[in-house]
């Protein structure tokens, strides 16, 4: 099952005035440019989601301190940014963020202006930690294109502690910091969840009548296996132990998985990982969780082995469970395994259904 977190797109047409925020960006080029209002969203604080969300079932405080704002034009524009880029970052930290005017009284929904060239453009934001191993900051500030912000990409070690040479250390998992991470950009109803252009040109009476809405939502998808093996002892079988999952996905997630791979800029790396953020494994039943950014691509799987004793003799049996697809952004995927004995089916596709929050 994959319970999606919410999704809400396009324009919201407003009546209010909006207040100009401070913003350091680069000195725009001598060129016609207008003033531009949009909405900025970010996710609910943990604490507040409803339960089974990625995250209820550990440490639920919110660790992000940086915001980045990314305005992408088209190759076919005219705008153009210094060191011949098509972007522009606007980067807040969460106070700055925290201290925009609200939107209709709302703490997750803020008002940002900014100064910037017409044209077609395509809005991004992006929030997390800076400083920590694996931060997106530098990637974001090297893009030129809207090419390179749709592709960027995100370590699945992102905000562990790392030893000697800046490797990450496992056991160290910044678990807020990684389900803190978020991602969203402007889309439309018509655009089938992909980013959408939005329009900006010299305005009739300089007035702005929609502003396009930037939702950020969490990056991290949960994978979440409770297994029960007490039907084994029924059929015979004594002493069933579950001696451990790994998950085999990629090392590196994506920001914005659901637009295409280009494999010009990404290439998959396979991963293998103990499940980690769980309660100790049982031997008979229990329940563990694996956090992971997708990169829209790999088709996940989970390995284990169920050991038992039957007749004096000990049995030993590897599993494998796999994904029909990739992981979606922000889902919960609730694997339920029961064991029955030895002799079933050692390969098993899981074909989730999703349902909304």
Not at 296 to 312: C, H, L, N, S, V
Not at 316 to 330: C, G, H, I, N, V
């Amino acid at each position: 099952m994959i319970r999606k977190i919410w999704n809400i797109y396009g324009t919201m047409s407003l009546l209010l005035a909006l207040t100009a925020c401070h913003n350091d960006v680069a000195d725009l080029p001598d060129v016609p440019a207008e003033t531009m209002r949009l909405l900025v969203s970010v996710p609910e604080n943990i604490e507040t989601r409803a339960p089974g969300d990625p995250g209820s079932s550990v440490d639920e405080a919110e660790d992000w301190d940086r915001m980045d704002v990314i305005l992408a034009y088209d190759e076919t524009e005219d705008a153009e940014f210094p060191n011949n880029s098509k972007v522009m970052v606007i980067r807040l930290s969460q106070e700055e963020f925290n201290n925009l005017p609200a939107y209709d009284g709302s703490t997750t929904i803020k008002e940002l202006e900014v100064k910037v060239q017409r044209g077609e453009l395509y809005l991004y934001g992006v929030i997390y930690k800076d400083g920590v191993h694996g931060s997106p900051a530098d990637d974001i500030t090297q893009c030129r294109t809207r090419r390179d912000v749709e592709q960027l990409t995100i370590s699945n070690y992102y905000a562990m502690q790392t030893g000697p040479g800046g490797n990450p250390i496992d056991g160290t998992e910044n678990t807020p910091a990684f389900l803190s991470l978020g991602t969203g950009y402007y889309q439309t109803a018509e655009s089938n969840g992909l980013p959408a252009a939005f329009s900006l040109y010299a305005s009739e009476g300089g007035l702005q009548t929609s502003y396009p809405v930037v939702r950020i939502t969490r990056l991290a998808t949960k994978v979440d296996v409770q297994w029960d093996a007490a039907d084994a002892y029924e059929q015979g079988y004594s002493d069933v132990r579950i001696t451990g999952f790994t998950y085999h996905g990629e090392e590196r997630g994506r920001l914005f998985p659901m637009i295409a791979c280009d494999p010009d800029y990404y290439t998959p790396t396979k991963l293998a990982r103990t499940f980690y953020n769980t309660t100790p494994i049982s031997q008979r039943n229990g329940r563990v969780y694996h956090y992971s950014f997708s990169d829209g691509e790999t088709k996940p799987r989970i390995t284990f082995t169920i050991q038992a004793e039957k007749d004096g003799n000990l049995n030993e049996q590897p599993y494998t469970m796999r994904f029909e697809s990739y992981l979606k952004q922000a889902a919960w995927y609730k694997v339920n395994v029961t064991v029955r004995g030895l002799n079933g089916n050692t390969d098993v596709t899981l074909t989730p259904n999703p349902l909304s929050v």
